[in-house]
């Protein structure tokens, strides 16, 4: 099963396709307009993006250049009802990796997405392992030793930044670019509120604390043995 992030504002075609890829193991998320999927695309930790080429409020190749200049690197197919060559060559050079006329068939439409699927998102790991602690980002789940951890898409994403830099300390500033994409930091106890919810989590059952509060510098994550 993988996370898929579906960008289609015809409510018809969304419905078709979120029955078909779900009915195929994938869970599915919805966004109708080209701002509610762009923040989507970016709370969310995703398998793939399918996005439409035509968006209400930001067009689909806006939606995908702005997500690459953030350095989001998430496989996206480009659905469209324009298939002539200029149009499918233009969609791949705002970062599609893939592109699919309509009208399309559903099977054909699965393959792609399965297709983007096996490929890596980036040059990072998908799977992060540090001490105890599994967090899969294509499936979008979490474990601690033997117990599983519901981790909403931003908690999944905050977790993984941290893993990623084991006994390091991590700023505000740090998290609000590379987790939330801001280029700022607000005054906002958005990390804090964030961070109080993940480590209930991850110390539900009574385990050690993974991530620490380094006074006047950030957090740090202590992985344990």
Request: glycine content about 12%; proline content about 5%; some cysteine.
């Amino acid at each position: 099963m993988a996370r898929v992030l579906l960008i289609e504002d015809d409510a018809e075609t969304a419905g078709v396709v979120l029955d078909d890829l779900r009915g195929r193991g994938h869970a599915v998320t919805w966004a109708a307009t080209g701002p509610e999927g762009a923040r989507a695309a970016r709370d969310g930790a995703w398998g793939a993006i399918i996005l439409d080429r035509m968006l209400p409020g930001q067009d689909g190749l806006g939606v995908l250049q702005d997500l690459r200049r953030d350095g989001d690197r998430t496989p996206a197919l480009v659905l469209s009802a324009l298939g002539d060559v200029d149009e499918r060559i233009r969609g791949l050079r705002a970062g599609g990796d893939d592109y699919l006329a309509k009208p399309f068939a559903l099977g054909e439409l699965a393959a792609r997405i399965e297709a983007l699927l096996r490929r890596p998102v980036d040059s990072r790991e998908t799977l992060l392992r540090v001490g105890s602690l599994e967090i899969d980002l294509i499936a979008g789940t979490g474990r601690r030793g033997a117990r599983d951890l519901e981790l909403l898409p931003r908690e999944l994403k905050l977790l993984a930044y941290l893993m990623r830099a084991p006994g390091q300390i991590v700023t505000r500033a740090m998290l609000f670019e590379e987790v939330w994409n801001y280029r700022f930091t607000p005054k906002s106890n958005l990390i804090d509120v964030h961070l109080g919810r993940l480590r209930r989590k991850l110390e539900a059952c009574g385990e050690p604390p993974l991530i620490q509060n380094v006074r006047g510098l950030g957090f740090t994550f202590t992985p344990d043995d």
